[in-house]
Nanobody, 126 residues
Framework: QLKLVESGGGLVQPGGSLRLSCAVS????????IGWFRQSPGKEREGVSC????????NYGDSVKGRFTISRDNAKKTVYLQMDSLKAEDTAVYYC???????????????????WGQGTQVTVSS
């Protein structure tokens, strides 16, 4: 059974950094795309980043390009989202999700991802 568990969220000041983790089980990272999404109150779920090892793809939303970096550790079966230069508008619940290797196409569509984690809260505030 596919399972994803996010961790690493918290409260950080503007300009600070956080690293989110998405630990997966029930599948190997080589054969699934892993996407990061976020959702804040009153807003639609937004694609943040995506990695597809078998397709050699790493994509980012315009609002996070140059500040966020997605990576993975196959041995730990974990995908990371390094978030630097955080802004107040990055405040949201962040989710990771898995899907077919071909779905890392921008803009990300949440409906293309079939397994989701429970989310982790990121709050950027002074």
């Amino acid at each position: 059974q596919l399972k994803l568990v996010e961790s690493g969220g918290g409260l950080v000041q503007p300009g600070g950094s956080l690293r989110l983790s998405c630990a997966v089980s029930g599948f190997t990272l080589d054969y699934q795309a892993i996407g990061w999404f976020r959702q804040s109150p009153g807003k639609e779920r937004e694609g943040v980043s995506c990695i597809s090892i078998s397709r050699g793809t790493r994509n980012y939303g315009d609002s996070v390009k140059g500040r966020f970096t997605i990576s993975r550790d196959n041995a730990k079966k974990t995908v990371y989202l390094q978030m630097d230069s955080l802004k107040a508008e990055d405040t949201a619940v962040y989710y990771c999700a898995s899907g077919h290797p071909n779905v890392c196409i921008w803009p990300l569509s949440a409906s293309d991802f079939n397994s989701w984690g429970q989310g982790t809260q990121v709050t950027v505030s002074s």
